[in-house]
């Protein structure tokens, strides 16, 4: 009804709490998400710093999900599952857990309200959470996306073979000690900080004026469908240059320096990755695997937003009750 006043939940829960359901709705959604982050990360690595040319192992996001169904099966198309799952928890954990109490800090800081929705405020307050998950997270993404190169059949970029998570740690601890599990961190923190930057503020932005303007119901599925397809796309757009840099970083083969310390042997940071990539390949080559990515982010971003929130607001329901929520 036109004039009513906007929902507004009051019922609070604690950054543990939020932690705890942004990890189960993000594990939720890299079930679905995971075998487009395995074509993802090998298209990616497809003719790495390599002129036009270069014979391609597979040619569109399509063909490595049929080529990993026919070759690997169900265990290639999620590579990296079980690791995938633990890092979600500890990246999702932190970026939906944290962005409140973040966001909420800064408003108060600069003398706004709670309720402001700031668009300065949600960007850093997103870019913060987002590098705090990356860097909790970095060797579990480190492994994940050495798993997902792998292919015994079509190999594509370094390999690198692990029997499972535990193995792949401690063979990485042993063969570089600890500098080797936070390879990449660099370029995992500038990829995480741009795709959060934009993800929470535009999901929250979009559902605002969904409701804003009586296009859906506030607390409603389809309210949260289309705000995260809205997120999605822009994460998708933001994050795909630091995604390609943080994957070949990731897989780069190893050297020793005249320290005596293992160091990339292709790239020395992100920068590094990206001009390089950018000489070889041109601009094109960031946004390789752009289109798995999209089918990537895509759901995962749909799946964890929407299952967010309402993950929080059944969590609420049985931790509150119905009667502690303020009607329109």
């Not at 005596?260 to 946004?287: M, Q, S």
Request: aromatic content about 10%.
């Amino acid at each position: 009804m036109s004039g009513s006043t906007p929902y507004r939940d009051t019922r609070s829960i604690s950054t543990a709490e939020g932690f705890l359901c942004g990890g189960l709705a993000a594990s939720i959604a890299v079930t679905v998400s995971n075998p487009a982050e395995v074509a993802k990360t090998r298209l990616q690595l497809q003719g790495e710093l390599a002129k036009e040319g270069v014979k391609k192992v597979y040619s569109n996001a399509l063909d490595v999900f049929r080529k990993t169904w026919k070759n690997e099966g169900i265990r290639g198309l999620q590579r990296g599952l079980g690791t995938a799952y633990a890092y979600q928890i500890l990246l999702n954990g932190s970026r939906l857990g944290f962005y409140e109490p973040f966001r909420l800090a800064l408003n108060k800081f600069i003398g706004r309200s709670a309720e402001d929705q700031i668009p300065f405020t949600s960007v850093i307050a997103g870019a913060s959470s987002g590098a705090v998950g990356a860097s909790l997270g970095n060797p579990l993404f480190l492994i994940k996306a050495r798993m997902q190169a792998f292919s015994p059949a079509l190999p594509v970029g370094t390999q690198h073979f692990y029997k499972n998570s535990f193995d792949a740690l401690a063979t990485i601890f042993r063969a570089e000690g600890a500098r080797g599990l936070v390879r990449g961190i660099d370029a995992a923190i500038l990829r995480t900080s741009m795709g959060s930057s934009v993800q929470l503020p535009s999901y929250i932005f979009a559902k605002n004026q969904l409701v804003k303007h009586e296009i859906l119901p506030a607390n409603s599925t389809w309210t949260f469908l289309a705000s995260s397809s809205i997120s999605g796309a822009c994460v998708c757009v933001v994050m795909q240059p630091a995604d390609t840099a943080l994957t070949r970083m990731y897989n780069q083969p190893t050297i020793l320096g005249p320290d005596g310390k293992a160091r990339g042997a292709l790239y020395k940071n992100p920068i590094d990755c990206l001009w390089k990539t950018f000489k070889a390949e041109g601009v094109r080559g960031w946004y390789k695997g752009s289109t798995a990515h999209f089918l990537r982010i895509a759901p995962h971003t749909i799946i964890t937003l929407t299952m967010n929130d309402i993950i929080i607001d059944l969590y609420k329901t049985a931790k509150y009750g119905r009667r502690h929520k303020d009607e329109p």
